[in-house]
């Protein structure tokens, strides 16, 4: 199923299980797999000097793309390993190897980039985009950040792959109309195509209201939620809900983002509510959650650090690149949700544009459109992870999901 980046060509496919989609992400053979040793014959194993185990996995194909200067670099082709030599002991041992792995996929990023004009073609190769934006090389057994890289050798190195996600929830009338997903309708038609009660009746208790005021203008601590106040949760993470009549007539939907077209890999599809990698400027991963949901969605940090709770990780490993090339990636999803009170919308970010738009969906359509291809598969195990968590899977959906979404990394 690899190289499938698409909505077309994976609806082409549909419909699927929840373990057919994991295993369209999770591609990486584990070591009983007979496939194992073949698969792993066509990378270089990727150490840094004075640290006992192996940081990733490099591709073939990739090992031509970078120049691996010698003062920085050991190359055994024989023994197909890649060690960077800036050593742990050196007076600032993470500055120096930062400043060697910059330096270094720097130089590939122009040879990339120079090959393509020769070409005459635009490369959708991980060297060709420069992101200037910087992630950390974490050591495997322990987590340890040991230099930092630019994003365009993250992929390329078939490293840990650190990302974040938010599944946005609300409690709320069966009648409540559903967002079109190719919209671009302004915020305010937005919000008063979703509730006609406002967020200031909402933090009011008051009736309701055609008026709309940013959730940012609120006394977060006075939002009125319709699941409960407290957010209390069991120990199978599932909430606790009032035993009120009215509450039972309401409909628990979730915001699935649409996707922008220009997207290199999955335009266009369905996505979690907010999602994004995990950077070094990001102190954690709750932070990072925060900072990618106020670019996108524009939910504001307080509530987000007072209502958004950690729901698990999902730990998988990939046989390609985020834009479909062969290689590998290690990929920890930190899984996150926040129930919105009912009338509060994501309203698109004033970033980079990467949302589209919304739907809000009910489980069950949720469910059917994971089915049939249409939410982008990485995220699906988010949304699986989310359902799980909640009781919201059926013996037969819910099968192996728990023990797949939590794979162990083999790097050796």
């Excluded at 990486?28 to 004075?50: C, E, G, I, R």
């Excluded at 559903?178 to 009736?207: D, F, M, V, W």
Aim: hydrophobic share 35%; net charge negative.
């Amino acid at each position: 199923m690899a190289l499938l980046k698409t909505r077309a060509k994976l609806a082409e496919n549909a419909p699927y299980t929840n373990l057919d989609l994991i295993n369209m992400v999770d591609t990486w053979p584990y070591p009983s797999s007979p496939s194992y040793n073949t698969h792993l014959a066509k990378y270089y194993t990727f150490f840094v000097d004075a640290y006992a185990e192996p940081f990733g996995y490099i591709h073939d194909n990739f090992v031509s793309d970078l120049p691996w200067p010698t003062e920085y670099w050991l190359v055994d082709h024989d023994a197909k390993t890649i060690t960077l030599k800036v050593a742990q002991g050196s007076t600032d041992g993470f500055g120096a190897r930062t400043k060697a792995m910059r330096e270094t996929l720097w130089l590939g990023h122009l040879h990339v980039a120079a090959e393509n004009r020769k070409a005459g073609v635009i490369g959708r190769r991980s060297l060709y985009r420069w992101c200037n934006e910087s992630f950390p090389l974490l050591y495997p057994p322990t987590g340890e950040p040991v230099l930092e890289l630019d994003g365009c050798g993250v992929d390329m190195l078939g490293i840990i792959n650190e990302s974040v996600f938010l599944v946005a929830y609300t409690y709320c009338s069966p009648t409540t109309p559903k967002i079109p997903s190719s919209s671009t309708t302004s915020l305010s038609t937005l919000e008063r195509a979703t509730s006609s009660t406002s967020i200031a009746s909402l933090a009011s208790g008051a009736g309701t209201s055609t008026a709309t005021t940013p959730l940012s203008e609120v006394d977060i601590s006075k939002l009125v939620f319709n699941s409960t106040v407290s957010l209390t949760h069991t120990a199978n993470c599932a909430i606790t809900r009032p035993d009120d009549e009215a509450f039972e007539e309401k409909e628990l939907r979730v915001y699935l983002s649409r996707r922008a077209k220009w997207k290199s890999a999955w335009p266009s599809l369905l996505d979690c509510t907010a999602a994004g990698g995990l950077s070094s400027s990001d102190l954690s991963p709750l932070e990072g959650m925060i900072r990618e949901a106020h670019e996108e969605v524009r939910l504001p940090s307080p509530f987000l650090r007072s209502h958004a709770k950690p729901i698990g990780e999902n730990r998988l490993m990939l046989t390609e690149t985020e834009i479909g090339e062969e290689g590998c990636q290690m990929q920890l999803q930190h899984c996150f949700e926040v129930e919105l009170p009912e009338g509060v919308v994501p309203r698109p970010g004033e970033g980079d544009g990467e949302v589209a738009g919304w739907e809000l969906v009910t489980v069950p359509e949720m469910k059917e459109r994971m089915r049939m291809g249409e939410v982008k598969p990485a995220s699906g195990l988010v949304l699986m992870r989310w359902m799980l968590g909640r009781g919201l899977l059926t013996d037969e959906e819910g099968k192996g999901v728990g023990e797949r979404l939590g794979r162990e990394w083999v790097v050796q």
